[in-house]
């Protein structure tokens, strides 16, 4: 029923269950029903009537016939509720008998049995006209090569199928010629076709490691549908490399059986590769809205020229392009690329026969001059042959950049690897209007949706705008799919009904384009979590977490709790309850927090804490965040200070083991790595500055600042240089200037995050608790990573550092600890996991060994 209010009811009545009375087996001739029936393990024992179970009865029984050598068997069931029988009617179709035969040696039962339940699977269905199609792709599936098959009728519902599968073989050698740009083993390295050798374990290994890997997998017998695989792979490969007219065969002989059971077979790659074509030059034509020295720039920051004229670098320039002018607001634009290979008319002429010149190798000046009047480059480019009267200058790498024709009275010079850019279609810019949402919109408050895209209401249309809005809806974590569509273009109100001032451009005709936004919810904004492993903080531990996005109002306020529970030595835990408006004061983000630890990393201080955070993004790289704290810490007292005559020690405000901390800390971050995780380029900056105490009260005070930045930067070919400098000091505000700052918040250094090679916190002065702690702290590391193979990567680093009581202490030190080593780690994107091995070059008491290995989950920074 629908109600007026527009709510729509099921009325259901359930009724009686029907349930199975009787078994009755039709037409069944070949197998008695007292085996059929002791396959069926649901309707045999007369249950109530379930049709997938049944169905699972049914596949059995075809499964019995198939296995009797009747592979066409189907069975339909019908159940009758009102009087609980359920029939099976049959029909056997046509006996199959099997007779196998070999070329060689015979094969064994076993295997010839697994043919005929696999042949019977595939010819269960269809026609038997297809039956020998069917089989012969399972030979060849299965490496053979050479398959018969030879029916013969023995009777109305019985035939025979001899079949012989053929020959399967090995490669035993892939040779190549004609390759030039790349050698032998870069050609085998993208070939799934390659030498198995003679011994299969060998294979079988590989290809465990390549599953492992997630690579493609050798097989351990030639298959030719392989080899068109191939070709393609090695086309696409020298696409990629500027070769589009190289021409690729692959063919194979196979050798003759000699009375071996598997054959051999050689496979020849011939290659003519053709001349390389190489993108020298980009040249724009069609645009009228941007300039071209505009677009050229944007070209040469994209990617700088020379590239290879391929299909990828092609797609970059034109989405360089494309990009630019999104950027203003155009949407439509249409841009394709024309590749040129050599200019059909000379670019320039200069009056002169300069033959003995370019003969002994020289570039007259008059010659050069021209070159600079026309923009065009002559550096890293020589003389390097000539055929008759024309002269090739090339590069380094013997590619074509420019040929001289020497004419009677003049040179004619052409130009080699020009791009042309051509903007096909500009259109018209387009602002953002209204934005429009619907799909699974109750779920939260209206202003909560319109919040994330007001900002865009009037402004320029870019992609980048609008991806940016979508993903922060998606963030919302209440939606499962946001999804936005242009509705328009309408022209806006104005004078003559079209808006034409625009600042940049009073000529322009700006459309407005409304917004149509859909929403898909997910099925519930809460979720649950819980998972256990082990931690250097807790050692063995165990994780609850419970968050929801849409906790309070449909207002997406997010509340989230975690729990941790771990054993290192003794109990420690971790209790974390956070409530956050994600708009608080406009796009400020607001959080309360409240937490309870207890944990080794942190001296096993029991620290309990209340927390307000005020969080603002700025841009898409900077951060602000201001944060109120109030801790109440708790440490262990050590047995030497237990100890201490009651005349030495200190006041209760004073206590180094028990203490509170109010604090206000202000902290700006800048990040613009390129990835996240791992990065491969971009930089990170955080600095950081905490007030305790003075007029925030607190039994602790002091002032720390702490700065850490982080630089990465991308070398030869997958090689990236990432380098780390952390820095923190902790002065001032203290009532005692002699009494410790408890160690929970006090710097430490050495182990596997920060100076490897060195036991955790190991480094630095000895405090009364018979920690390692400082209130100056200073951490250098650099890392050259590179890919190994697949997944597997590998780092060279090198970790310097320390922590001091004060500054006037680092001048003590003769040496900063250091170390270098090695590590072997798996990445795998989200999860990176390895192992790293440094040597200590500077010995300290606290950690007297001379080597250690580090465990590395993630990055070291």
């Known amino acids: 029923t629908l109600t007026e209010e527009g709510v729509l009811t099921y009325q259901i009545r359930v009724g009686d ?35 997938a179970d049944v169905d699972t009865d049914v596949a059995a029984m075809e499964a019995l016939y198939r296995k009797n050598n009747y592979p066409t068997a189907t069975i339909a069931p019908k159940f009758t509720a009102k009087t609980g029988l359920l029939q099976f009617q049959i029909n056997e179709g046509k006996r199959v008998e099997f007779d196998f035969v070999f070329d060689t040696n015979e094969l064994s039962s076993s295997q010839q049995n697994t043919f005929k339940e696999e042949i019977g699977k595939l010819i269960s269905t269809g026609s038997p006209s297809l039956w020998e199609r069917r089989i012969k792709a399972y030979f060849e599936n299965e490496g053979y090569h050479g398959t018969t098959i030879q029916e013969t009728v023995l009777a109305a519902s019985s035939v025979q199928l001899t079949i012989n599968p053929g020959t ?139 590239q290879p004229n391929a299909s990828f670098e092609r797609t970059v320039y034109q989405n360089a392009i494309r990009n630019v002018y999104d950027e203003l607001g155009y949407i439509d634009v249409k841009v394709n690329d024309t590749y040129i290979s050599e200019t059909e008319t000379a670019v320039f002429e200069v009056e002169g026969n300069f033959s003995e010149s370019l003969a002994d190798g020289k570039l007259p000046l008059e010659i050069r001059d021209e070159f600079k009047r026309h923009n065009l480059t002559l550096i890293g480019l020589g003389i390097a042959t000539n055929v008759g009267n024309r002269w090739s200058i090339q590069d380094i790498d013997g590619n074509p950049r420019y040929t001289l024709k020497q004419e009677p009275t003049h040179l004619e010079v052409f130009e080699h690897g020009i791009l042309n850019l051509a903007v096909e279609t500009e259109g018209e810019q387009v602002t953002f209007g209204k934005f429009y949402f619907e799909g ?111 906790f309070l109002f449909k207002r997406n306020i997010r509340g989230s709790f975690r729990s941790r529970l771990g054993w290192r030595d003794e109990l420690g835990y971790l209790v974390d309850a956070r409530l956050t408006e994600p708009w608080l004061i406009g796009r400020t983000r607001g959080t309360l927090r409240l937490s309870a630890k207890k944990l080794e990393i942190d001296d096993n201080v029991r620290a309990l804490q209340g927390s307000f955070i005020l969080s603002r993004k700025l841009g898409e790289s900077h951060r602000l965040d201001l944060r109120y704290s109030y801790r109440d810490l708790n440490q262990p007292v050590s047995p030497m200070e237990q100890g201490t005559p009651p005349e030495l020690s200190l006041s209760e405000e004073q206590n180094a083991f028990s203490t509170t901390v109010s604090s206000l800390r202000f902290s700006w971050t800048y990040d613009a790595r390129v990835r996240y995780l791992n990065p491969i380029g971009g930089m990170f900056n955080e600095l950081t500055l905490e007030y305790a105490g003075g007029f ?124 270098v080593g090695a590590g072997l780690y798996l990445d795998f994107g989200a999860l990176t996991v390895g192992l790293d091995y440094a040597i200590p070059l500077v010995s300290v008491p606290s950690s007297p060994d001379t080597r250690r290995a580090h465990f590395r989950l993630g990055s070291t920074f």
Not at 453 to 478: F, K, M, P, Y
Not at 491 to 513: F, M, Q, S, W
């Open 17 to 51: 269950p029907s349930r199975i009375k009787r078994l009755q087996i039709q037409n069944n001739f070949a197998i008695s029903n007292d085996r059929l029936i002791a396959t069926c393990d649901f309707s045999r024992l007369y249950p109530v009537y379930n049709k």
């Open 168 to 306: 399967r073989y090995r490669v035993t050698r892939v040779t190549f010629s004609g390759n030039r740009a790349f050698s032998d083993a870069d050609l085998l390295r993208e070939m799934t076709v390659k030498p198995t050798g003679r011994f299969l374990w060998n294979l079988r290994i590989s290809n465990l490691i390549a599953r492992f890997l997630s690579r493609r997998e050798q097989k351990r017998f030639f298959d030719k549908d392989d080899l068109q695989n191939d070709e393609h792979r090695l086309d696409i490969l020298y696409e990629k490399a500027g070769y589009p007219n190289a021409v690729i065969e692959i063919t194979d002989k196979k050798q003759p059986l000699n009375g071996r059971n598997i054959g051999e077979v050689t496979i020849q790659v011939s290659v003519f590769e053709d001349r390389k074509e190489v993108i020298h030059r980009c040249t724009i034509s069609g645009n009228r809205a941007i300039d071209t020295a505009t677009l050229l720039k944007r070209l040469e920051s994209e990617l700088p020229l020379p």
């Open 440 to 550: 699974d919109t109750d779920v939260v408050k209206q202003h909560v949706l319109e919040r994330e895209v007001r900002h865009l209401a009037g402004e320029r249309w870019t992609s980048d705008g609008l991806s940016r809005a979508l993903q922060n809806l998606s963030g919302l974590g209440i939606f499962r799919s946001v999804q936005a569509e242009p509705r328009g273009p309408e022209k806006i109100a104005g004078g003559d009904g079209v808006k034409t001032t625009d600042a940049e451009n009073p000529h322009a005709i700006l459309r407005t384009y409304d917004v149509l936004v859909t929403v898909e919810k997910q099925q519930q904004p809460r979720t649950f979590s819980y998972g256990g492993g082990y931690g250097f903080a807790e050692g063995w531990n165990g994780t609850l977490e419970l968050t929801n996005s849409n």
């Open 696 to 819: 925030l009260q607190g039994g602790t005070s002091f002032i720390k600042t702490t700065t850490d930045t982080r630089y990465y930067q991308k070398l030869i070919g997958s090689l990236v240089l990432a380098t780390a400098v952390r820095c923190g000091i902790t002065t001032g505000l203290r009532s005692n200037r002699r009494a410790e700052l408890i160690s929970f918040e006090r710097f430490w250094a050495g182990g596997s995050t920060t100076v490897r090679g060195y036991a955790e916190r190991s480094l630095g002065p000895e405090d009364s608790t018979g920690t390692y702690r400082g209130d100056v702290q200073f951490i250098f590391n650099t890392e050259l990573r590179f890919p190994i193979y697949s997944v597997i990567r590998g780092a060279f680093f090198f970790d310097a550092g320390n922590v001091w009581d004060s500054l006037a202490d680092i001048e003590t030190l003769t040496r900063l600890p250091s170390a």
